[in-house]
């Protein structure tokens, strides 16, 4: 019979050493803290900051008695009630509710039926669209984030206009990829800076994103500007995350062309939605089409697409219930009365702007919003001014009254 020896020793940092006859085996260290709680907030939450919400959200102001505040924070167009959505909207919405069929899960890219609707609102021979070709989100903010995170990792870059949509920036540095800042020029209705956008791109430059119309801006780049920014991207085989969820929302005198209609080897993912259109921002219904006639995306980025879009279970069931009824029976008067409407604050606010020694406007051509420089700033140390609160019945609200208080 075969007796082993063995000798157990721990030193003074808890480490434990086994000596089997001579031979010495480390075990490691033996836990003997008491545990202690230590809940911290996680890198992805420290490094989320959305500059407009933080302001909106949480902003205490002791109002003037003199002096009611205007609130010029939000693109909102239902704040002040002047900008009701139409009739059939409403409609479509209490139908589908009243029907029953929408109170369940969806599938995560949303129903297949509704994706077709899209996809035939949306497709034309320069920039055909299937169903599989859209991605149903949680309002347009969603659609950015899923676009964001499928085709960028951590480390990499993408290239941002400057004036912005701040949540852009918001995003990207919450999943650790660098934002570059692209500028665009006042003087040219805030077209982009080609040559500087140009010089950006490197080997981790992971999209450009490209915001028309634009927000905050109120700009609607020509068919020209456009073939000029897709030849960039084209040289640079750079994608496009095009945000147009201000589409078809330009005044008269100009057209919009969406991106995607233009291009022949670059590929897209367009991201709009109901909201600013159809007046319904709380609705939160918007979409992805992925428009990528050269097969550059491939299966990866789609099944990408859908794998994220996993995470949660997609837009709201109802809204995607009432989705044809909403595209297919809003009367044209109904676009036609919201760009009249938007266009006569647009030209009150530039003219009233025009009038103000050191202040430079810039016309807008659609959305909601134009920009003011004062005459010796910079480019992006812009304000902007939204088109919806000016013409609110309320003098307080209205930007002239505001200019003579």
Not at 49 to 66: G, L, Q, S
Not at 162 to 175: C, D, E, I, N, V
Not at 365 to 387: K, N, P, R, T
Request: aromatic share 6%; charged share 15%; glycine share 6%.
């Amino acid at each position: 019979l075969r007796m082993d020896s063995y000798l157990i020793q721990m030193n003074g940092n808890s480490d434990v050493h086994v000596h089997r006859n001579g031979n010495s085996l480390s075990l490691g260290k033996v836990k003997n803290r008491k545990p202690r709680w230590a809940v911290r907030a996680s890198e992805m939450s420290k490094k989320t900051f959305n500059p407009i919400r933080a302001i909106v959200d949480t902003m205490k102001v002791e109002p003037n008695p003199n002096k009611p505040m205007i609130s010029l924070s939000l693109g909102d167009p239902t704040v002040f009630g002047n900008l009701p959505t139409d009739d059939e909207v409403i409609q479509a919405v209490k139908e589908a509710l009243d029907s029953g069929n929408y109170n369940g899960y969806a599938p995560s890219v949303g129903y297949q039926s509704c994706r077709q609707v899209v996809a035939a609102y949306y497709s034309c021979p320069e920039a055909p669209l299937e169903a599989q070709d859209v991605i149903l989100t949680s309002g347009c903010s969603q659609a950015i984030e899923l676009a964001l995170a499928v085709l960028a990792n951590p480390g990499q870059n993408i290239l941002v206009p400057r004036p912005g949509f701040s949540l852009y920036k918001t995003l990207a540095l919450s999943m650790g990829i660098e934002v570059k800042f692209y500028n665009l020029l006042p003087e040219k209705s805030w077209e982009i800076d080609l040559k500087h956008l140009e010089s950006l791109v490197d080997a981790k430059t992971a999209c450009l994103i490209v915001n028309n119309p634009s927000n905050p801006c109120g700009s609607v780049f020509s068919k020209s500007h456009l073939q000029k920014i897709l030849a960039v991207a084209s040289r640079q085989c750079v994608p496009i995350l095009a945000d147009e969820i201000y589409g078809d929302m330009v005044f008269a005198e100009c057209k919009y062309e969406p991106i995607a209609t233009l291009s022949t080897n670059v590929p897209i993912l367009s991201c709009g939605g109901l909201a600013k259109r159809w007046l319904v921002p709380g609705w939160r219904m918007g979409w992805i089409l992925v428009n990528d006639r050269r097969d550059i995306f491939g299966n990866e980025i789609r099944n990408g697409l859908v794998s994220l879009s996993q995470r949660i279970l997609g837009p709201c069931t109802i809204v995607q219930g009432a989705l044809e009824h909403i595209i297919h029976r809003t009367p044209p008067e109904f676009y036609h009365n919201t760009l009249s409407f938007l266009k006569s604050n647009a030209d009150l606010c530039y003219a009233a702007l025009s009038a103000v020694s050191g202040l430079q406007p810039v016309r807008p051509s659609g959305a909601m919003y134009l920009m003011v420089s004062e005459a010796l700033m910079c480019h992006f140390q812009s304000i902007a001014v939204c088109s919806v609160c000016a013409g609110s019945c309320c003098p307080a609200q209205c930007l002239p009254c505001l200019l003579k208080m």
